[in-house]
């Protein structure tokens, strides 16, 4: 029997109160998803950014996310690396050629799923915009500064998949089996909901997906509205992903009790 990943997914419903008011009430169901039709998505875990605190916001993370890329690896999950624009980098690699090689598959039409407007104001989402200033301008030539994914993220070359288009990710994951994905990376409310290879694409051709809500971070200005916190501004779009997109679960639902998988 294959093994399986055992996790909590969190959603928010609109349901009413005992006195008839409207409320977003968490529900939590129990998953059992087998491991060889799940895959671990990262999505543009890059080596630099033009944010400064968006950088060490993520160093903070990466070694949690190398921890569960290992142990989902080790226990068969696919993993899949996407970060956008570095596909230059990874140019005739075991892995990049894994999803070049993919016989296509052309995705179903899209489900029809609510998009309402998101929370948090991102028109100016860097909070360090003084710093980003100097650090861009001493650093880098004009174009993105990633170059990359982030190098503390091991990539099994004769086991993972790198792409950052969405049908080809599609394509792979069809050749593979997967129905199942686990997303991490950044930033929540721009590239993991809006890449084509990231949660609202994969919802819309039907695959079932999780947002890992503790190894991901959003791109938020506390100077624009709602006027919070920055990790309240994340704390907000997480929410808004369980109410209208996905479900997420948690580092500890992955990696305790023996990473979570059982027989």
Request: aromatic share 6%.
């Amino acid at each position: 029997m294959a093994a399986t990943l055992s996790i909590d997914l969190c959603t928010q419903q609109l349901g009413q109160d005992g006195n008839g008011r409207n409320q977003w009430q968490p529900r939590t169901e129990a998953a059992s998803w087998s491991v060889d039709e799940t895959a671990l998505l990262l999505c543009d875990v890059w080596n630099n950014h033009h944010c400064v605190a968006a950088v060490e916001r993520l160093e903070a993370m990466i070694p949690r996310m190398g921890e569960v890329v290992t142990a989902l690896r080790n226990r068969g999950v696919q993993i899949i690396h996407a970060p956008s624009d570095t596909m230059e980098f990874y140019e005739g690699t075991p892995a990049r050629m894994r999803v070049l090689d993919a016989p296509e598959v052309t995705p179903p039409p899209d489900l029809e799923r609510e998009d309402p407007p998101q929370p948090c104001d991102k028109s100016d989402s860097s909070d360090t915009p003084t710093l980003d200033k100097a650090h861009f301008d001493s650093d880098k030539e004009n174009g993105a500064p990633w170059t990359r994914q982030h190098p503390g993220i091991d990539i099994d070359q004769q086991r993972d998949a790198i792409s950052d288009h969405g049908p080809s990710v599609y394509s792979f994951m069809e050749q593979s089996g997967i129905e199942n994905v686990l997303i991490m990376g950044v930033h929540t409310n721009m590239c993991v909901l809006n890449r084509t290879f990231a949660i609202k694409q994969m919802v819309r051709w039907g695959k079932q997906v999780a947002l890992i809500r503790d190894l991901t971070d959003a791109m938020y200005n506390p100077a624009r509205a709602p006027y919070v916190s920055h990790d309240e501004g994340t704390q907000l779009i997480i929410a808004y992903i369980e109410k209208f997109w996905c479900p997420t679960t948690t580092i500890e639902d992955i990696l305790n009790c023996g990473n979570g998988l059982t027989k």
